[in-house]
């Protein structure tokens, strides 16, 4: 149940799921992408994985007449999203950085979580942290503050190419996050980094485990001599 | 058990147990007080409540004649506040954000908490984190550090307002921790704020529940609708 | 089984497991030595104390013509460093507080494991973090990130005088991590770091003791009076 | 020659140019706008003031894939905004306080000051300082780099609502540059803004005249008393 | 005309006009005042010398109580502060590294100058930057904003010892201001650092005369050896 | 007279002289290094060019034990570089940012002018700056602080590869400095990137001063269409 829209999706979404940021940071590197790692914000469920697509939402800071703006529009931006959303979404939020407001709470968080949303990016800050630390939804956050949007930042774009924590973030990117961030893959080459990064994996598993029996030194393993190559090709075939 | 002074206060110190720094500042802001949430600072204890009232200290780059003037005092500022406070006091302290040194350690500390402390908020470092953080005392610092205070600061001040994570702090204010952080509330205002505050998280707690029952759109819900507030009134009734 | 190289060594890491960096650091300062706390990293393990001596890596900004100077010796600095390091050895990374490139992943780091190391401080990244947590090894670091080292550096010192945390490490200091952070001992006056920051430590654990009754103020017991000292003599005595 | 479009414009720019930010600002906050002074930002020409109306650009991190985007439209981002200016125009760019890279430089610039540019805020860096200072062009800017935008930005958006130095810009917003920064002031408050903001001026420079026989206290002058002010009616009415 | 109150203070100031920022703390650090000297202030008239005593203000985040009380006073603090002030004052102000909001404006500090006001020196913002700068007062601020102090900062200490780019000021102290930035020397050791430190520079203009004959090394000139302190006690003698 | 060795580094100089950083780095760029100006430092002399090659020192935090070490080398660092120094030498520093002390002062500095240095380019602070400001040498510094290195640094290599700003620096590298930083070129391709960044000076004075004329737009100019292209063959055989 990883929330894919049909089985591609879920193909890719299941490989990424045992993959490490690092090794689909290495092949979207060697595709023309390496900055792609979301850097600065800090992870609330480090023991958790994150796999979805991108929704993204830009805030600006707080302006009486583009808030009468988004009033006109019926709702609130972080609301118009929430509904927007399905199974496998994740929120990505660029506030510029801003931390001395949450752009979303508790409330609004639950209905993200009722329609199924995977995760939550915010280059920026949430409200009620006390209660959504508890609730198992992966959060990378660069902070957390007790005060509503309005002290600070208004709503200004959703699903626009953003900003996020030095990486541009496109809507529908697939993203992969693990305890150390976040990374954003283009959906055109997602198939591949999962494919690439899930033979990485299973690859370095085999060399540490191979290091792991004390024989061997760090310059035949890695990169692997031929036949360290060849044991594992042998792995490969026998388990 | 709140530390509390007498049942006024008692009263106001329940309530605030049970909500949230979210609450507790929507309530503050609308009563003028938008600039209360003390930012930047860790929560060592991020699962457990803070709630108490404030005495403040103030440091400042060590400098020798400030130092003699402290020592003619006959103890050093922090053993002076530690001997000064009762139960249900939290040390609310401005070192204008230096982490090159901790204003306090575990044997000053051990004293406070015997003395019935309920918290430190430290614009600041403090020392021996290795023990502090086992003594389950609610701690927000900036950092820690294993240099004592003379290597960089001095103590100046006493219950005098002070600045805390872009926050004022006055002497007696009533103060609220959470896993986010700290909200400083004025004492004049801490019983509505702990009144309304109580009454949004009661009125929060049924709307989360609301949505999560899947049918309703955080539209009809946040801020809820007739319909929805009538089943808050019935809910509220009859439990 | 401290990793130690000799008895000698041994009493000296046997000390420090039982010390705080604060008692450390207190002894290192009246011995000269008051800026040897390295600042501003994590604690990975932050339950986990870390003894043992300092394997340095300087790193620059990443420049081809001193990549291919790094290639030409065959092996990449930190697999050199990996093969060079026993028991005991912790690496001290100076990367400039480079985050956005990790200097080393998890391959590397378990070759490193095998060898018996001891512990990593890193002004900068490593990669992998998703499993390093995982491992049990102590890791100080300033940041984690997807990227390999030639994003951004390039490691161009083995066993140099570093910069690290604001703190000069010298090749075999005697490193005493913590929850709060990184002491680095001269290993001329280690022997001493260790007794008097141990006996210092007995002390205050009898002064906590001694508080936690709740009879003595702060001032009788911190630093204590004649009586509380003889007290304190007793103890060590009967027990 | 303001650069203004019509004779309402020229009022108003008449007006701006003899105002500073700082009374600009007190009738802004006034209006309801109190977050709309640009911070941050360095002046290059301090001793002009700048008037003008605000074309935006929007950049984010470099991206292949939006390179290629951008590409497709037939030139870069910069170069149609350029072409699409007029005099009075100045432009307002996002690059996300990014200071890695230029995102113009004097080539591009010669085009915007021969079509009657009037300035530049840059919330991050220009190219080719050594040039663009000579030329008297009003520049506010985070920094300046020798890289071209490739290195680290790519262009998205023209004449979006954008962020710059902690403030909302949006296009067509009346922007007033002093030796201490930027003021946007929206447009449908711009002429009420030059005028009281120029009577404040008026007010304010008989004010510190009158301090300057010494013979009244501030308390007396600022704000004025009675008397101060038929002093000032009187200067008013005769010179 | 230095602003002295007696000859004593006179005699300090004339000295101190003709010494460094360097020569100054050279002598400060060697009576056990190493950490005196303002950092992280930009001097906006760095061709002229400052030299005066301290008025201290301190600036806490805004908060309607203390606006309250500080209105209760009759006056706001830096009215109060200048009314206060006579020649050769120096207000220092503590605003915290504020510069979302300028303390002061050019009414205010018209009426400081006429009082004979010698500088200002702020850990925070002035407004009218764009007049000030032009009326020759030194000024060493962190920053300038077009806000005034409401949107931010309220006054809530005048002449408390006082936190300034990480040093203490007590107010009295006498200060010391070239290019660089600012010295803040404790009035007990004026004297003798005005002294030594004149004595210094008289001798250290000798040694870069003498090198810059080119014909001794820096060796031999610089700590100076017995021949070239010879010649320069020859060159005291005979001018 | 460039201070050049010998006249292919003559003409080096020469060329360099006559180019912004700018033309010069996209040169380094197409040929490898990108990551070649320094970043984040003030240009004192920002009217003057600085063309020269690099002599490298490193400092680290400091300690006793270092500074024993240096002081048995017979001469400070600082002052061994500046008596190795000769025409055309630039001192590059990298003091890890600290800007709590300055390496260097008026009297060493004195002496590198007279051997002929051409500038200086500090990670870190120098002190002096009231003097230095004076005498026309180009400095790029972090910071400018009145104590000496010992408050808190200490020399610990000479001529090493250093980081500096965000870029490595091999000494030996060729320097050019204009008012908006330095670029770091490697020898080997210094004159390559003098020749092509002077042609590419050459070309765009001559496309700056097309677009001055007004007639034809900047896609027409930058990059050149061919018959703006054929205009500039013309201009070159024809002056």
Same mark, same amino acid.
């Given at each position: 149940m990883t929330g894919a829209r049909d089985p591609e999706e879920g193909a890719i979404f299941e490989k990424l799921l045992q993959v490490s940021t690092d090794s689909a940071w290495a092949v979207c590197s060697s595709m023309g992408?390496?900055?792609s790692f979301i850097e600065g914000l800090t992870a609330i469920q480090p023991d958790r994985k994150m796999v979805g697509r991108a929704i993204t939402l830009r805030y600006v800071p707080i302006r009486p007449d583009l808030r009468a703006q988004e009033q006109a529009k019926g709702s609130a931006l972080n609301k118009r999203a929430v509904e927007l959303s399905g199974p496998g979404d994740i929120l990505v939020v660029d $506030? @510029? @950085?801003?931390? @001395? *407001?949450?752009?979303? %709470?508790d409330v609004i968080l639950t209905r993200f979580i009722v329609r199924g949303g995977a995760g939550l990016v915010v280059d920026g800050a949430i409200r009620d942290l006390h209660y959504l630390r508890t609730v198992g939804l992966p959060l990378y956050i660069r902070g957390a503050h *007790? *005060? %509503? $949007? @309005?002290r600070r930042i208004i709503g200004i774009g959703l699903n626009e190419v953003v900003r996020c924590g030095g990486v541009a973030v496109v809507p529908g990117d697939i993203l992969l996050g693990d305890a150390q961030g976040v990374l954003a893959i283009p959906r055109e080459i997602a198939r591949e980094v999962a494919d690439r990064a899930y033979a990485t994996e299973h690859k370095e598993n085999f060399l540490r485990a191979t290091l792991q029996k004390g024989i061997r030194t760090i310059d035949e393993v890695y990169p692997p001599s031929d036949e360290v190559l060849r044991e594992y090709e042998e792995f490969k075939r026998h388990g």
């Amino acid at each position: 149940m990883t929330g894919a829209r049909d089985p591609e999706e879920g193909a890719i979404f299941e490989k990424l799921l045992q993959v490490s940021t690092d090794s689909a940071w290495a092949v979207c590197s060697s595709m023309g992408y390496p900055n792609s790692f979301i850097e600065g914000l800090t992870a609330i469920q480090p023991d958790r994985k994150m796999v979805g697509r991108a929704i993204t939402l830009r805030y600006v800071p707080i302006r009486p007449d583009l808030r009468a703006q988004e009033q006109a529009k019926g709702s609130a931006l972080n609301k118009r999203a929430v509904e927007l959303s399905g199974p496998g979404d994740i929120l990505v939020v660029d $506030s @510029g @950085g801003e931390t @001395g *407001a949450g752009f979303i %709470g508790d409330v609004i968080l639950t209905r993200f979580i009722v329609r199924g949303g995977a995760g939550l990016v915010v280059d920026g800050a949430i409200r009620d942290l006390h209660y959504l630390r508890t609730v198992g939804l992966p959060l990378y956050i660069r902070g957390a503050h *007790a *005060a %509503g $949007s @309005g002290r600070r930042i208004i709503g200004i774009g959703l699903n626009e190419v953003v900003r996020c924590g030095g990486v541009a973030v496109v809507p529908g990117d697939i993203l992969l996050g693990d305890a150390q961030g976040v990374l954003a893959i283009p959906r055109e080459i997602a198939r591949e980094v999962a494919d690439r990064a899930y033979a990485t994996e299973h690859k370095e598993n085999f060399l540490r485990a191979t290091l792991q029996k004390g024989i061997r030194t760090i310059d035949e393993v890695y990169p692997p001599s031929d036949e360290v190559l060849r044991e594992y090709e042998e792995f490969k075939r026998h388990g």
